[in-house]
């Protein structure tokens, strides 16, 4: 880069960030619970504050499907508008990480970044002092804001912060998050939506609490199928003969007994212990437990003939619900009982406790009066019924459309549906009224509660499930991480009405009001307290605009050249459709709020073709894929455009933070093309610590990735490279000496970084993507070259200069055998050239290194590093040579690791043990690794001194010129250096010619020398 440049425009964020702290700080933030006690303890020691793992979240809002944490947010903002000529301690003092974090701390015991305030005066200072503006003067967009995260924490530095999104959950999310905080934090809106939310809880006490049981708190439901065979009623569940296991509830068990006669059956609850269920499953056959029946059928699965019982309680469900709602249908006493027969209350929990219902005549009869009431109240509620067909577009919820619910109000039982049309109305009528009174504030106070229905709306359908062990989860939150709405044998109904749970655990107005917003268990008021609290009297409501609108048509309604910072958490290819998941959430809003909607939504809707009476959410030009590979070019298409709208917006010396996690080659490619052809210089990539491991990685204890990388985009010049043939591009860069150089020092600040962040190797594997990018996007085109030419020779480079100086550490000071510096630099030299021109020995090399060695200490692995599919993908395709080609050669092998998992593990002399004789050591022959694994066996078997033996390979092996021989014995004792005792295959009882003559020695004795003499050998082939 232009040194002048950068002197003049150059920004913290290209250089320095607390890597440490927001890395610790982070995973607290987003880790909740799961964080293990070291890492608390280290946070004490960084911040000699305890970290605090409770407290209002923003999440605690709404679910949305990606949040980012905030105290990462914050750091980058304020990192990208000042320049390094900042000192420090005002910089790490005004995002409160000193005095920030103490005044939390005196105030909830214990704090995060995200609960210390940043420090105002000090931020204005550094930022009129080293950005020579003031706060109100920068711009900061997030143009695919989400959860809302990145401008939260913008506005809380007073920057004048721009929010947009294209799905209209996310875009009311927002406007709850950031904007109304922002803006009527003075006018009183948390004590407004404190007294309307004690309003709404009363009257769905009064209106509701009648239709359920007085004293439970949630239902388990069994659905109801007959036996094809006698007609018996079968309650199918998972909860027979123990509810539950989880140690907070009593052992309670379930005690069902079936009478052939009334084709029915009756439950009872007991402490006494039953051993076993009542209906035997084999696969997806189930046998009916009626007397004198016993026959086996199909419940689930694709049918082997006709329809399984669970499609027909699905078709069935489906038939009942539509001819209530849609068809009219009187609710006769066969009408009661067909509902009952299919939704079957079979227990309630009270307190910790369960009871069962089936047989409670007053249980039944409130279950059945819902019923009616829905029927009878039809036309009033009409509005307030999600009747919206389930879109085909929703591959997420094609689950339910394949069981023939086809429309959303099909997710839930007559009574749940009651219920959620019932508050829906009371929302609606409240919005009206307090918009009527105040416009925009009245519908921000409305807001609050639908979000807070959408929670309990998430616990209540014919999909949540009973989760025994814990406790139930809705389908929001089984949303993270699961692909498809997940149907199983029982589901759960929370009621809505009870003192502290449900509707009331959603709002919290108790703990809001109460000065402890630590005892928050999640609800909407707390954390709005917490923005409230924020915001008053810092004046930077009208600073904050959110805008329902298009990233990949940003220029359509912002000004060119007006934006200081674009920091950006875009969706990562494949990994969530946003709008499949927000769209079980949008038929509730849109009801519950609708006579605001208008309000809500007009002034700031720059969507053409999409407006808030439609039913679904927009998909059109939403930013995903919907496969690993893009085949329809669907993420690069919009992505492309994504960037260009960017560097339209941003000024001429603005920054663009882009956040992008993914482990695959073809996503880096997408996002490195992007960025290089709209005119981005990259001179900087972190690795951020941004959500928790999921639970994949957890279960499979093999390496994968677990940071974001934010990559920085500047709109610096780009250099020309000098003396570049046309003919060969790829063989005249990589001996470019201005190319190398920047290699070099790129390579080693990413070296810093890897140290400092910890990284994991598929981590260290995505830097090596994003240091490529960085090293390739500072040049302009050769003539005769592509951004792949430039970029491929970069990966290369950029892996072969990582690996050298560990190679060199490895064989001086790490290994078994330690070589003389000067052998030592002989081949790193060698080693490092076979990977700048071998995509094999590349590819290979880096696996075995990472599977090996730990790449921060050089320290050989007692135990190989299994390796994760995508780890080895990626690598090997940053390197040329894939997984196939590497499977092809019997370079690497794939193991088992547990019932789902696999990991991978690349070969040395095992790869010599496999069947198929001369032809497939000539194979072997064809590729480097194998070449250098049979020079390796050679040199530990063959007679003589190392001499002696060097001069038996060179004859063996006439046919290759000295050069590959050196090259490849390189290789070979780098293998030899890294690999374990036990994998030289020696054993004492084995009578080959050493173990038999040093048969008084142990293995490892035995292995030191043989590996000695081995080295030696192949080290009078290099040169
Ligand atoms: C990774 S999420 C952002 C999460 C956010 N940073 C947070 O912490 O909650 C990406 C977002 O991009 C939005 N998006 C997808 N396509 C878009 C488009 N064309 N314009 C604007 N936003 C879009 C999605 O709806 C999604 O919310
Ligand atoms: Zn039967």
């Known amino acids: 880069m232009h040194a002048d440049v950068v002197e003049k425009n150059g920004r913290l964020v290209e250089s320095f960030l607390p890597l440490r702290e927001v890395n610790l ?6 880790g909740f619970k799961g964080l293990s006690k070291e890492k608390r303890q280290e946070y004490l020691k960084v911040f000699r504050v305890k970290p605090m793992v409770i407290g209002p979240r923003l999440r605690n809002l709404h679910t949305w499907f990606a949040r980012r944490p905030c105290s990462t947010a914050r750091v980058l903002t304020l990192s990208s508008v000042v320049k390094p000529t900042v000192q420090r301690d005002a910089y790490l003092e005004a995002l409160g990480f000193s005095k920030g974090i103490s005044v939390a701390a005196r ?35 997030d143009p695919m804001a989400g959860g809302g995260s990145i401008p939260l924490e913008s506005a809380r530095l007073g920057f004048r912060t721009v929010a947009i999104e294209y799905n209209p959950v996310a875009y009311l999310i927002l406007r709850a998050s950031v904007e109304f905080p922002a803006k009527y934090a003075d006018a009183g809106l948390f004590e407004e939506t404190l007294k309307a939310a004690k309003m709404f809880i009363q009257r769905a006490r009064e209106e509701l609490g009648q239709y359920y049981g007085e004293d439970a708190e949630n239902y388990i439901f069994a659905r109801g199928v007959r036996c094809p065979f006698c007609g018996g009623l079968i309650p199918i569940q998972g909860i027979e003969p123990i509810i539950t296991k989880a140690s907070r509830f009593k052992k309670r ?48 699965g694709r049918a082997k003939s006709g329809v399984t019982a669970f499609d027909q309680w699905f078709h069935e469900h489906a038939k009942l619900m539509e001819s209530i709602v849609e068809g009219f249908a009187p609710v006769t006493s066969e009408i009661e009982e067909k509902m009952l027969n299919l939704h079957i209350p079979l227990v309630k929990q009270v307190g910790n406790t369960f009871h069962a219902v089936w047989d409670d005549e007053s249980e039944r009869k409130k279950f059945v009066n819902s019923l009616h009431a829905l029927s009878n109240e039809l036309l009033e509620l009409q509005s307030f019924i999600p009747l919206d067909e389930i879109s085909l577009d929703n591959v997420w919820a094609s689950t339910a459309r394949s069981k023939n619910l086809s429309k959303w109000y099909m997710l839930y039982n007559p009574r749940q549906l009651l219920v959620i049309a019932k508050l829906s109305k009371i929302i609606a009528e409240t919005a009206e009224e307090l918009a009527s009174k105040n416009g925009e504030f009245g519908a921000a106070v409305a807001t609050y509660l639908a979000l807070a229905l959408d929670k309990v709306v998430d616990y209540n359908t014919i999909a949540t499930k009973w989760q025994g062990s814990t406790f139930k989860t809705g389908i929001g939150n089984t949303l993270r991480g699961e692909s498809t709405l997940d149907f199983r044998k029982e589901y759960v109904e929370m009621v809505t009405t009870l003192p502290k749970r449900s509707l009331e655990w959603a709002l919290e107005p108790d703990t809001a009001e109460s000065n402890k917003l630590t005892k928050t268990t999640g609800g909407v008021l707390p954390v709005l307290r917490f923005l409230c609290d924020e915001f008053r009297g810092v004046n930077v409501g009208s600073y904050v605009n959110v805008y329902l609108g298009d990233a990949t048509q940003l220029s359509t309604f912002l000004e060119a050249n007006s934006i200081d910072v674009i920091n950006v958490d875009p969706p990562y290819f494949e990994q969530v459709i946003y709008s499949d998941r927000s769209e079980f959430f949008w038929p509730i809003l849109r009801r519950a709020l609708a006579p605001v909607l208008e309000l809500l939504f007009k002034p700031n809707l720059k969507l053409k073709n999409w407006t808030w009476t439609s039913p679904t959410v927009p998909r059109e030009r939403e930013v995903v894929t919907y496969d690993k590979e893009d085949t329809q070019g669907r993420f690069s298409k919009f992505f492309k455009e994504f960037i260009k709208e960017t560097s339209k917006v941003l000024k001429e010396d603005g920054v663009l933070t882009l956040w992008f996690t993914h482990p695959t080659a073809k996503a880096w490619r997408v996002v490195s093309e992007s960025l290089y052809e709209n005119g981005y210089v990259v001179p900087k990539v972190w690795p951020l610590q941004t959500e928790m491991k999921t639970r994949y990685k957890k279960q499979v204890n093999i390496v994968a990735q677990e940071m974001s990388l934010v990559i920085i985009g500047r709109k610096y010049p780009r250099q020309k490279l000098l003396e570049i043939s046309p003919q060969d591009v790829k063989g005249s860069l990589i001996e470019n000496p201005l190319f190398t150089k920047t290699v070099e020092e790129t390579v080693e600040s990413t070296r810093k970084v890897i140290i400092e962040s910890n990284a994991s190797p598929a981590d260290t594997a995505a830097l090596m993507f994003g240091t490529a990018l960085s090293v390739a996007s500072r040049f302009e085109l050769p003539i005769g070259a592509t951004f792949q030419d430039l970029y491929d020779v970069a990966i290369t480079a950029v892996v072969s200069r990582y690996t050298k100086p560990l190679i060199y550490q490895i064989l001086t000071k790490t290994g078994p055998i330690k070589l003389e510096e000067k052998t030592a630099q002989k081949i790193a030299k060698n080693i490092a050239q076979g990977m700048l021109l071998d995509p094999a020995t590349r590819s290979y090399l880096t696996l075995w290194l990472i599977s090996r060695v730990d790449l921060a200490t050089a320290k050989i692995r007692q135990e190989p590093l299994g390796l994760h599919f995508d780890l080895v993908q990626t690598v090997g395709k940053l390197c040329g040579f894939g997984i196939n080609d590497l499977k092809e050669y019997s370079l690497i092998t794939e193991k088992k690791i547990n019932k ?23 194979k072997l022959l064809q590729v480097a690794p194998g070449m250098a694994t049979i020079l390796a066996r050679m040199a530990m078997t063959e007679s003589g001194d190392p001499t002696a033996r ?57 292995a030191k020398l043989v590996r000695e003499l081995a080295i030696k050998t192949l080290t009078q082939l290099i040169f």
């Open 25 to 30: 700080d982070a995973i607290i933030e987003v």
């Open 107 to 141: 105030e909830y015991g214990s704090a995060l970044l995200f609960y210390a305030k940043p420090d105002k005066a000090i931020t204005e200072k550094i930022v009129r002092e080293h950005a020579s503006k003031t706060p109100a003067d920068v711009t900061v967009l």
């Open 253 to 300: 068990f379930l005690k069902i007994t079936y009478d052939k006669d009334e084709k029915s059956f009756s439950a009872q609850t007991t402490d006494k212990p039953i051993l076993a269920g009542t209906i035997a499953k084999r696969g997806n056959n189930i046998r009916c437990p009626y007397e004198g029946c016993g026959k086996w059928f199909q419940l689930r």
């Open 900 to 922: 789902t998992g696999k990991a991978y593990y690349p070969q040395f002399l095992e790869m010599l043990t496999l069947p198929g004789g001369q032809t497939y050591l000539d």
């Open 950 to 1006: 060097a001069n038996t390979i060179k004859a063996k092996m006439s046919m290759y010129s000295d050069r590959e021989l050196s090259s490849s014995a390189a290789l070979a004792v780098i293998l030899l250096e890294t690999t374990r005792d036990q994998d030289l295959g020696y054993k004492v009882t084995d009578k080959t010619k050493i173990t038999g003559y040093f048969s008084s020695m142990d293995e490892s004795d035995i």
